[in-house]
């Protein structure tokens, strides 16, 4: 039923990618969450070795082979189990659960129970704080520091990760951006907004914390930054701008299992006509229809329904169009 199918780094202000959830323009797939997993949407891990991939024939299946393996780091919905991992991984449509080793920490890339490190050259410097707890605080109040640890370590302009060499202690990198649901986002990147007599507007909350929420319950605002700034009715163009993240979002609302594309239709002379147009319900009696019904794997703004897999191609202005992970 199975079959099998740099080593060090140097960074300075550059980012090492563990791992990359930046989503797409036109499509973004919502990932059902998973106890002890990080959840990565439309990627997939790779293996370091061929003979670390193992193939199963669900996503369920791969789940249960994961959470039973101490060897497994990753998991997806094609049904591969990864005994190991690069630092790059590749994209693919669907979802990879990567396993936590280590308790996530707000603003930071968990990098795993890996070697830190710092050198001279370029000004590194490691400290350490004493604890944890300690190491985090320090690491917040300087913006020079690039990652901390478990044992109280503080790496300061310049850091090297040791992937070869494994330890008790988990090891946290500085984040400028980190995935939102539902928001594809641009590192040192800012945003100027649209003008208008009406429908759209550019202002500044009181902090960034405040703009996302703001920005998450408001229909019409399509972006905000690590600023606090946020715009409602579109962006007209984007400066650079080091150290803020923006976030632009996706003009389709996620939904668990299926990826989300906007502004395309389902072509009928491809994809065939849907088996259902349930043009008396609301949208999200529909959404609920089909996160419930296993066979429905497309469906669209329109309420129709398609019991067939289409990838939906037909442009399409303002039209939202969802279609089933396989094995979700």
């Known amino acids: 039923m199975v079959r099998p199918a740099s080593n060090m780094l140097l960074v300075g202000a550059a980012v090492l990618v563990m791992l990359s959830a ?3 323009a036109a499509s973004i797939t919502a990932c059902p969450s998973k106890t002890g997993y990080d959840a990565v949407p439309d990627w997939t891990c790779s293996p370091t070795k061929s003979s670390d991939l193992l193939k199963y024939s669900s996503t369920a299946a791969a789940e249960a082979a994961c959470r039973a393996n101490s060897n497994c780091v990753c998991f997806n919905s094609a049904g591969d189990v990864f005994l190991s991992k690069n630092t790059q991984g590749s994209s693919q449509r669907g979802c990879a659960y990567v396993k936590q080793a280590c308790d996530p920490k707000t603003g930071y890339e ?3 129970k890996v070697k830190i490190a710092s050198v001279k ?3 590194g410097k490691e400290s350490n704080e004493g604890s944890s707890a300690a190491a985090e605080l320090a690491c917040n109040a300087d913006s020079k520091c690039l990652a901390f640890n478990d044992a109280g370590m503080v790496i300061t302009k310049v850091l090297v990760v040791d992937t070869n060499t494994v330890t008790t202690s988990c090891a946290y990198k500085k984040a400028l951006c980190t995935a939102k649901y539902g928001f594809s986002y641009r590192k040192d990147s800012t945003f100027n907004g649209l003008s208008a007599l009406r429908g759209a507007k550019s202002s500044k909350m009181s902090s960034a914390e405040v703009a996302e929420a703001f920005c998450k319950i408001t229909p019409k605002c399509t972006a905000w930054n690590t600023k ?3 715009a409602i009715g579109g962006v007209k163009s984007y400066e650079s701008e ?5 976030y632009v979002k996706h003009p389709c609302p996620p939904v668990p299992g299926f990826t989300a594309y906007a502004d395309v239709a389902v072509n009928r002379g491809v994809g065939g006509t849907p088996v259902a147009t349930e043009s008396s319900l609301c ?3 529909i959404k609920n229809m089909c996160t419930n019904d296993p066979n429905c794997l497309v469906f669209d703004t329109l309420r129709n329904i398609w019991r067939t897999d289409a990838e939906p191609t037909k442009p ?3 039209m939202c169009t969802y279609r089933r992970v396989a094995g979700l």
């Open 242 to 246: 080091s150290d803020v993240c923006t």
């Open 22 to 24: 930046v989503c797409k």
């Open 121 to 123: 050259q370029g000004g």
């Open 316 to 318: 399409f202005p303002g």
């Open 228 to 230: 606090g700034e946020y």
């Open 110 to 112: 968990t990098l795993g």
């Open 283 to 285: 949208f999200s009696d």
